[in-house]
């Protein structure tokens, strides 16, 4: 499939669908807590998404089973909400989570820390946030896809972690996923050009050891191979002429500092 750019109009559009993520994806993080099961947060994500009168992007999309991916600890991403998965004091939680609104689609995801996480995991946390917001100042017309992956990898290399190879972000628009795929690895300067109206999910996934996934027998949930921990976090970023535009961020306006 080729890129495809938006109009202003459609990325006003995207807009709205960013924000009522980005607002159901707050309720869901402040539920996160010591002895609340993934299923919980999946059916009161599930309760906002009808409030909102939207569409879920992830709920049978090959068939997956929920509206959000819960994935706690050494689960990099595709983690699926269950009532015998009950949050530990001291686990990090990864919530991702995207719908349809106006024919459009925003996905976005975050890594919250449930209760008292020792300093070495929060300490992945910040790194792989701040990732993310260096990658999203590389979201400038005239500059290259490689730079994003480049702002990502350079970060968590730099703290001793490694960043997932096996997936990566994407395109979106009327599709979740759309051209181009956005690694989180590359080269300054390298890759195609970012446009003007170019949408994209970005979304650094950064392991506390080696790079290395697998997928267990439920045929989604990824984990680290080494079954060290995992942080992910993702929004969904308009390029504009006037810079980077984060849709699925409540505060976000072009050129404003980044708060997740
Ligand atoms: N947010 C994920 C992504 O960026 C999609 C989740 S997979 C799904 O690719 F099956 F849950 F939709
Ligand atoms: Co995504």
Redesign the pocket.
Same mark, same amino acid.
């Given at each position: 499939m080729r890129i495809q750019l938006k109009s202003l109009d459609e990325i006003r559009l995207m807009r709205e669908a960013g924000l009522v993520v980005s607002s159901i994806l707050d309720e869901v993080c402040a539920a996160v807590a010591p002895g609340v099961s993934t299923w919980e947060l999946d059916k009161l994500a599930a309760k906002l998404i009808e409030k909102h009168k939207v569409t879920s992007? !992830?709920l049978g999309?090959?068939d997956?089973p929920?509206v959000l991916?819960t994935s706690i600890n050494e689960v990099v991403?595709?983690g699926i909400p269950r009532k015998e998965h009950v949050l530990q004091d001291g686990d990090i939680i990864g919530i991702?989570f995207?719908i349809f609104k106006h024919g459009f689609c925003a996905?976005s995801?975050r890594t919250i820390l449930c209760g008292d996480v020792i300093e070495s995991t929060r300490k992945l946390v910040d790194v792989t946030r701040e990732s993310l917001n260096l990658a999203i100042d590389q979201c400038r017309v005239g500059k290259r896809l490689g730079d994003i992956g480049h702002a990502v990898q350079t970060l968590a290399e730099s703290n001793g972690y490694s960043v997932v190879r096996v !997936?990566v972000?994407?395109g979106i628009g009327t599709a979740?996923?759309e051209d181009p795929g956005v690694p989180n690895y590359g080269r300054a300067n390298e890759g195609k050009r970012l446009k003007q109206g170019l949408v994209i999910?970005v979304?650094p996934m950064v392991n506390a050891g080696a790079s290395d996934v697998e997928v267990l027998d439920d045929a989604?949930t990824a984990v680290t191979k080494d079954r060290k921990l995992s942080a992910h976090f993702?929004h969904t970023i308009a390029i504009l002429d006037d810079g980077p535009w984060v849709l699925t961020r409540a505060s976000s306006r072009p050129g404003d500092p980044g708060r997740d």
């Open positions: 992007a !992830f999309y090959y997956y929920a991916c991403v595709h991702d995207g996905d995801a !997936f972000g994407h979740m996923h999910a979304e989604w993702e």
